[in-house]
């Protein structure tokens, strides 16, 4: 079967564009073939948002052909070796919010296990893209849909890249005041 | 004054003497040692592979290790032969405490296994002199003695240095030269494990020097294991059709299977692909990439080439206009209809922007990242002088 490479946000799994190769159809590129000095990732809203996810944060993997997602693939999650369509979303359901002193994920539902969420943030003066997690630390018996963790940053405006587990990627711009 | 090369020689009616006749002995073996120090390098000649094989006492199960019998020729031109298989002490290991006191259980240390050349002395009874003259040895047992370094010894073996051309073989110092023969793995009171390979270091072969090889008989072959053995990569040099060198797998009389020839007009033929760029030639990739990626290098071209101007590429894209399965329903005899938007390459980074309008107005438009069909032509630069 025909196959393709998909590039992939390593933590997560969420999948961020597609390359095949005619002429090495039966090779598997590498990240520094197809995303050397990162992947230039577009928000789906108007696609103006651009922000770059750094070379070390990707990785390839090699799939099935499969133009569902070679049109579409930031609606795609890595899952077990093969890529699952996901649920689109975006703010305010599905967001970061950003304070200045606190990073805040919200998803659209309540979760009753410890979520992790990852999301990149470039923009106003930082220097390097910020990448991290923030846990949702939902219970079975305290289900909940945000959680908050510190991180100080200057007001201004931000580029945000949020990969949460069973969402699709989502790309935006938050404002710390 | 520098050592000289003895040879003795003999008149006749000459009494003998023992080192008379110990002369002849060691003219020969040095001789050989010299061949075998300069023509070969060092190494395993055959056999002398670690074997484990699985036992049992009231602690579980362990290894017993033994090195199989063969031959192998040291860097100062020592012959080392193993006889009979060989099982390794783990008194001695325990001994010369070279296990790592804290080890990762999931990647256990990998000790490595030498051989060394010994010469000893054997006492001597059938052709024993004189009984006033006492019991002197008549023999010398050109023994071996196998030992244990620590993890990473054996990355130094390169290191060691031979004699010089005019010292004997049988001199001091020169049975100190260590043949890796493999890799054990211990629980601190038996072995576990042993394999031929540890951190990309292998057992080593024995080679041969040589700046010129001439073949009796028209033609030359290298083999990759024995001719006997078939499926394994050879290559002949021979006088066929005028002269030709042929590449391939050897079948199981020996014969190479051509897979690669060229002839002596220069003339190539190739039964698979021919990979990686050609100089002053056209190399080419093409399919599909999304906004954001970098189009893919044609097979021999490197970003390096390209960033040192060896070679140039140019990119053409073509936005794809097909419709994701995933856009919402336009409603009934509507359609998506699109326009890119913007669609370039910079540098080799894919810039696709599309908009995906509802001829019916709603839902309201999409701007999404696209796909592009992507041709790379890849242009090596001729070497100065070629042609």
């Known amino acids: 079967m025909e196959k393709m490479n998909v590039i992939t946000f390593k933590e997560t799994g969420h999948l961020l564009g597609v390359v095949t190769r005619a002429g090495q159809p039966e090779k598997a590129a590498t990240v520094e073939e197809i995303a050397a000095g990162g992947f230039r990732l577009r928000d789906r809203q108007n696609g103006e948002i651009t922000l770059q996810i750094p070379e070390e944060e990707l990785g390839v993997s090699w799939v099935d052909y499969d133009t569902r997602i070679l049109y579409r693939p930031h609606l795609f999650i890595m899952d077990a070796g093969k890529p699952e369509q996901k649920t689109e979303n975006g703010p305010p359901n599905l967001s970061i919010a950003l304070s200045g002193a606190l990073i805040t994920a919200t998803l659209p539902a309540n979760v009753s296990e410890s979520v992790e969420i990852w999301c990149q943030i470039v923009g106003n003066n930082l220097s390097e893209p910020i990448v991290r997690s ?12 945000t959680g908050s963790e510190a991180l100080i940053l200057g007001a201004g405006d931000y580029k945000v890249a949020m990969f949460a587990p069973d969402y699709a990627l989502v790309v935006f711009m938050e404002t710390v005041p | 004054m520098s050592p000289q090369i003895l040879r003795p020689i003999f008149s006749e009616n000459q009494i003998l003497s023992a080192a008379d006749v110990n002369g002849i002995v060691n003219h020969a073996r040095d001789a050989s040692a010299r061949h075998n120090r300069y023509l070969h390098d060092w190494g395993i000649a055959d056999g002398l592979t670690l074997t484990a094989e699985e036992r049992e006492d009231t602690a579980g199960t362990y290894m017993e290790v033994s090195v199989a019998p063969g031959v192998a020729l040291d860097g100062n031109g020592r012959e080392i032969v193993v006889a009979e298989a060989f099982r390794l002490s783990e008194d001695l290991f325990d001994q010369l405490n070279v296990a790592e006191s804290v080890t990762d259980p999931n990647n256990p240390p990998q000790y490595p296994v030498f051989i060394l050349g010994r010469d000893q002395s054997q006492q001597g009874t059938a052709m024993a002199p004189a009984i006033c003259q006492g019991s002197a040895s008549t023999r010398t047992v050109e023994g071996f003695e196998v030992t244990f370094g620590r ?3 054996a990355a130094e073996l390169d290191n060691q240095t031979p004699i010089q051309p005019g010292r004997e073989i049988s001199a001091s110092g020169t049975s100190d030269w260590k043949i890796l023969l493999g890799f054990v793995q211990w629980d601190g009171t038996h072995f576990t494990a042993a394999t031929d390979e540890a951190d990309g270091i292998n057992r080593r072969y024995a080679g041969v020097r040589a700046a010129d090889v001439s073949a009796p008989n028209h033609s030359l072959t290298l083999r990759s294991a024995l001719r006997t053995v078939s499926d394994k990569a050879a290559l002949t040099i021979d006088n066929q059709n005028g002269g030709e060198m042929r590449f391939g797998l050897q079948d199981s009389k020996g014969k190479v299977v051509p897979v690669f020839t060229v002839n002596a007009k220069g003339d190539v033929t190739a039964e698979g692909k021919i990979l990686g760029a050609i100089a002053g030639g056209v190399q080419v990739e093409s399919g599909v990439v999304t906004d954001g990626a ?36 336009p409603g009934a005899n509507q359609f998506w209809q699109m326009q890119p938007l913007e669609c370039y390459a910079q540098d080799r980074r894919v810039v696709c922007r599309v908009r995906w309008e509802s001829t019916g107005g709603a839902p309201g438009p999409l701007i999404l990242p696209g796909v592009c069909d992507f041709q790379v032509f890849g242009f090596v630069k001729a070497q100065a002088g070629a042609s």
């Open chain 1, 134 to 145: 923030v846990t949702i630390p939902g219970t079975v018996s305290a289900p909940t849909n």
């Open chain 2, 294 to 329: 970098l189009v893919p290098l044609p097979a021999g071209i490197t970003q390096e080439q390209i960033d040192d101007g060896e070679a140039t590429i140019q990119v053409h894209l073509s936005p794809r206009f097909q419709q994701p399965a995933s856009l919402p329903d």
């Open chain 2, 151 to 153: 993890v990473g010894d």
